[in-house]
C-alpha cells in the first residue's frame, strides 16, 4: 500500500532537500516529492507544536494545540503554510483587468494549466489547431478550478473525425469562457488537456496574470510551420521560481543554446535531458528556437508581469523576520545526531506509483550540491507497508498494474 523512506544524511550544501516517488504520467517529470530537510524550518526560533505530521509555530505562543489554532484563529492573522490544507486569503483589493483584452501568442503544444485572477469577470479565449501529426483522436476538454480545487467550469471540443496522420490539420478552434457576474474575487486555475496533436496559439484574456504551472511544451519553431504556416519562429523568454528545470528536444529544430540567468548551455543531444539549476529566487530564461520539452515542478510565466505566486500564504522559505504571526508545516523535523547528520523518514502512498516491470522509480533533489560541496547520504532504508490482507478490488488492482508493467 505504502513505502516508507529512510534516510541519514548530512545536507551542508543545501537550504532544502526533497525525495520524490514517480507517479503514471505522459510526462517523465512527474514526481510526487516530499520534503526531508528544510534549513528554514529547523532555524525557525518560535515557538512550535507537533501534532501528528503537522507543525505549528507560533510567534507569540498563544494556543496548546493545533485544533484549538485553526478552530480560533482569525482572517486577519498573518498565516503562512507549506504543504498542508490551510487555504490562504489572497484578494486584491486595488486590482483590475486591462481595458481591452491581450493577445499572448507563445505556442503550446498538447497540455497545459495556469493561475489567473479573476475580480468580477471571467474572460478568456482560447485558439487551438489540430495538426494530425498522429494516428489517434484529438479530443480537448478544458476547465476551471477555484483556489480550493472545485471544478467551476467545463468546456470541450470532440475530435473532429480526422485521426489519420496523412490528414491535414484542422483549425482555428475556439474555447471561451465568459461570466459577466456572480464571480468570486480570487485565484483561478485554467486546465487544458489534450494530445501533442494540438497546439494552443493564442491565450486571449483582459487578466492580468498568467503564471503556468508545470510543464510546457514550447512550439513557436520552423519544425511545425508545415501545419501551421504562420507559426512566428522567435524566441521565448520564460520567468520561473523553480531552482531546478529540465530541457529536452525530440528534433534537431530544437537544438540550441539556452541562457539562463546570464549563462550558457548548449542543447546539443536529442532525447537527452539537460539539467539547469539556480540558487536565485527567479530564474530568467531565453530559448531562441523553441521546440522544447520544459519541465519544471515551480511556476512560469512568459513576462515579468503576467509572473504571480498565487498562494502566497504557502511558502517554502521562512524566517522570525518575517510578518507573520503563525507558520504551519506539514513536515517532520528531522533528528540530528553528534556526528552532524539527520535522520529523515517519509511515506509515499503508491496507488499512483508509476510501476515498470515490478520497479517503482525514485528521486533525490539536492539544488546547491556540488562535487566541492555535495549532498552527502551515509545510509538510506525503504520498508513496504501492506495496511491489511489483500482483498479481491486489491488484488484485481495489484494484476492491472502488473499486466501494464509488462
Known amino acids: 500500500d505504502s513505502v516508507t523512506l529512510t534516510f541519514r544524511y548530512r545536507p551542508d550544501c543545501c537550504q532544502i532537500v526533497k525525495t520524490g516517488l514517480k507517479e503514471v504520467s505522459d510526462y517523465d517529470w512527474s514526481y510526487k516529492l516530499a520534503t526531508l530537510f528544510n534549513k528554514s524550518f529547523n532555524e525557525l526560533a518560535w515557538p512550535s507544536i507537533k501534532e501528528g505530521s503537522q507543525v505549528l509555530w507560533q510567534k507569540e505562543s498563544q494556543y496548546g494545540s493545533i485544533t484549538d489554532w485553526r478552530k480560533a484563529r482569525r482572517p486577519r492573522d498573518n498565516v503562512a503554510a507549506y504543504n498542508t490544507d490551510v487555504t490562504p486569503s489572497y484578494i486584491l483589493p486595488d486590482y483590475q483587468d486591462h481595458k481591452e483584452p491581450q493577445v499572448y501568442e507563445n505556442t503550446l503544444r498538447g497540455e497545459f494549466n495556469f493561475y489567473t485572477y479573476l475580480n468580477n469577470k471571467l474572460d478568456i479565449t482560447l485558439e487551438l489547431f489540430d495538426l494530425n501529426r498522429a494516428d489517434n483522436e484529438d479530443n480537448i476538454i478544458a476547465w476551471i478550478e477555484n483556489i480550493e480545487g472545485e471544478r467551476i467550469w467545463l468546456k470541450t471540443i470532440p475530435d473532429d473525425g480526422l485521426v489519420d496522420s496523412n490528414d491535414p490539420p484542422t483549425g482555428p478552434h475556439y474555447l471561451t469562457f465568459r461570466e459577466d457576474d456572480e464571480i468570486k474575487p480570487g485565484v483561478y486555475r485554467v486546465f487544458v488537456q489534450t494530445t501533442y496533436d494540438v497546439f494552443t496559439t493564442k491565450i486571449i484574456t483582459p487578466h492580468r496574470y498568467l503564471t503556468f504551472s508545470g510543464n510546457l511544451y514550447l512550439a513557436d519553431s520552423g519544425e511545425y510551420q508545415d501545419g501551421l504556416p504562420g507559426l512566428p519562429r522567435r524566441p521565448s523568454l520564460l520567468i520561473t521560481n523553480s531552482q531546478v528545470i529540465k530541457l529536452s528536444t525530440s528534433h534537431f529544430a530544437g537544438l540550441q543554446t539556452v541562457v539562463a540567468n546570464g549563462q550558457n548551455y548548449e542543447l546539443g543531444e536529442l532525447q ?135
Open 272 to 406: 537527452k535531458k539537460y539539467t539547469i539549476s539556480t540558487t536565485d529566487e527567479l530564474m530568467e530564461l531565453v530559448i531562441p528556437q523553441n521546440d522544447i520539452m520544459y519541465e519544471t515542478i515551480g511556476l512560469t510565466a512568459f513576462s515579468v508581469d503576467t509572473f504571480f505566486v498565487p498562494a502566497t500564504g504557502r511558502t517554502e522559505i521562512v524566517s522570525t523576520d518575517d510578518d507573520l504571526d503563525y507558520f504551519i508545516a506539514s513536515y517532520d523535523i528531522p533528528q540530528r545526531d553528534n556526528d552532524g547528520f539527520f535522520t529523515s523518514s517519509v511515506t509515499f502512498d503508491l496507488d499512483q506509483a508509476d510501476i515498470r516491470k515490478g520497479k517503482i522509480t525514485f528521486i533525490i533533489s539536492a539544488p546547491g550540491a556540488t562535487k566541492s560541496s555535495p549532498f552527502t547520504i551515509s545510509d538510506m532504508k525503504l520498508r513496504y507497508n501492506s495496511q491489511s490482507d489483500l482483498s479481491w478490488s486489491e488484488a484485481i488492482k495489484y494484476l492491472k498494474y502488473w499486466r501494464h508493467s509488462k
